[in-house]
């Protein structure tokens, strides 16, 4: 069964404390590995997809990276505002129906 | 438009009362997908659409509930006599091609009292 973990289910940082949120996945072959941020009450904002493993893609303080079995998305010097829910979503290339397997996501908060 | 939209923000409904849900996707994108969010960020997928065709109905409860993208309408989902575990958050996201990035919009929250 496809299937995406992400830890941990919550993070506390300093701001300026640079870490990084994993995501785990087994899926019958990877199409595509996407990333989201959702604030409280509103819809998941698309960050980055990836394809394949090796691949990076960068914006602003947030860098997305992925292996043959996981991501990592890396958090250099947060500010409060990165404050919110990061999800993981993968699509199967054997699912027919392109959905999105979302993880549970991890919840960052930032301290100033 | 740029933005998927959703009406109503929030629909509270009687259980065994009909909702119905609204998504107007990204202008010139061709695919729909409905999802609803329930506790812990779970996600789960319901139906997704080519234009105004059904692409994917797996995720559906077909006895209650149905959805539709009419041209130059918006798309609709309609639970018909609503059950207190369908309380949740139903979201729509919109992609301009079946493997790219959904964008998401804002959610109806329905909640069945």
């Known amino acids: 069964e496809d299937q995406v973990t992400q830890s941990p289910e919550a993070l506390r940082l300093q701001e300026g404390e640079s870490s990084s949120l994993n995501c785990s996945y087994t899926?019958?072959?990877?199409?595509?590995l996407f990333w989201y941020r959702q604030d409280p009450g509103k819809g998941p904002e698309f960050l980055f997809t990836?394809?394949?493993a090796g691949e990076e893609k960068e914006k602003e303080r947030l860098k997305a990276t992925l292996t043959k079995k996981e991501s990592f998305l890396h958090i250099t010097a947060p500010k409060p505002e990165d404050s919110a829910t990061y999800l993981c979503?993968?699509?199967?290339?054997?699912?027919?129906?392109?959905?999105?397997?979302f993880g549970s996501g991890t919840r960052l908060l930032v301290r100033p | 438009g740029e933005e998927v939209a959703q009406t109503p923000k929030h629909l509270v409904r009687g259980e065994g009362q009909k909702a119905k849900l609204y998504c107007a996707p990204i202008?010139?994108?061709?695919?729909v997908f409905w999802y609803q969010q329930v506790l812990k960020n779970e996600f789960k997928f319901l139906i997704s659409?080519?234009?105004?065709?059904?692409?994917?109905e797996t995720g559906m409860p077909k006895e209650r509930f149905s959805a539709k993208c009419l041209p130059n309408s918006p798309c609709s989902l309609e639970i018909q006599a609503t059950k207190l575990e369908d309380s949740a958050v139903y979201f729509c996201?919109?992609?301009?091609?079946?493997?790219?990035?959904?964008?998401f919009g804002p959610g109806t929250r329905l909640t069945v009292l």
């Open positions: 659409f080519q234009n105004e065709n059904v692409f994917d």
């Open positions: 996201a919109s992609s301009p091609a079946r493997g790219n990035e959904q964008f």
């Open positions: 202008k010139g994108h061709s695919y």
């Open positions: 990836l394809y394949s």
């Open positions: 899926v019958s072959g990877l199409r595509g």
């Open positions: 979503a993968v699509q199967a290339r054997m699912d027919s129906s392109y959905k999105l397997i």
